[in-house]
């Protein structure tokens, strides 16, 4: 399950704030992503990276923002715009070229109070 | 875009029976289809991929078959064991340079002892 980590595992916001969620790999990918998971609807694509300095909206990523300042790390901000974020949210990685198999960390849950 | 339709959305079967999950894509140009496997709580887990270029893969109890054609791809699980209960997605993607990988909306399988 090493590799990469995402913290913390729970997250409570009060509405109204920005929260950022850290994601950390070691595996020396270059492509990173943000995933977020709601019940019976699958994993929905938020954000994503291919290399550093250089980031894509995914199909939902109104109300978040990234960065992608090193290769290792991708962090999440979920703004105040955005109007439901109470979900599970998944960061995954991957090599680019032939082996594009994604590992996901462990996931944050994040809920609004 | 890229649209998976996986059904059923809910499966269950008793210990030692075998199951089926399938899957449907849009996307002609999709030759890679990995099947996760996430169970409560924890992250999503690669079980298994195929590549456009082959008809069927196996590994122990577990197999995945594709029909370019009609663009449907199933999970095949034989002799069900209570482990086995966790929700699976299976996804399409394209293979090569960035990869933007496109989810179903899960099965969540419960194996009865």
């Known amino acids: 399950d090493g590799g990469i980590t995402q913290s913390p595992k729970y997250l409570f916001r009060k509405e109204g704030q920005n929260v950022t969620l850290s994601c950390e790999q070691n595996?020396?990918?270059?492509?990173m992503y943000w995933y977020r998971q709601d019940p019976g609807q699958g994993l929905r694509l938020i954000y994503y990276?291919?290399?550093?300095?250089?980031?894509q909206k995914g199909d939902i990523a109104e109300g978040y923002s990234v960065s992608r300042e090193k290769k290792e790390s991708f962090p999440l901000t979920v703004t105040s715009a955005q109007k439901n974020p109470t979900a599970f949210y998944l960061c995954?990685?991957?090599?680019?070229?032939?082996?594009?198999?994604?590992?996901f960390g462990p996931g944050t849950r994040l809920t609004v109070l | 875009g890229e649209n998976v339709e996986q059904h059923p959305s809910t499966l269950s079967v008793q210990e030692g029976d075998s199951a089926v999950i399938k899957c449907t894509y849009s996307?002609?140009?999709?030759?890679?289809f990995p099947w996760y496997k996430q169970e409560l709580g924890k992250r999503p887990q690669l079980i298994i991929d195929?590549?456009?270029?082959?008809g069927e893969k196996k590994d122990q109890r577990i197999a995945v078959t594709l029909n370019k054609t009609a663009k449907h791809f199933s999970l095949h699980i034989t002799e069900t064991q209570p482990e086995d209960s966790a929700v699976y997605f299976c996804?399409?993607?394209?293979?090569?340079?960035?990869?933007?990988?496109?989810f179903g909306t899960g099965t969540k399988l419960q194996v009865i002892p």
């Open positions: 995954a990685s991957s090599w680019l070229g032939d082996t594009d198999t994604q590992y």
């Open positions: 595996l020396n990918h270059d492509a």
């Open positions: 996804a399409a993607s394209i293979r090569g340079g960035y990869q933007k990988v496109t």
């Open positions: 990276s291919q290399i550093v300095n250089d980031f």
């Open positions: 996307d002609s140009a999709s030759n890679y």
């Open positions: 195929i590549r456009s270029n082959v």
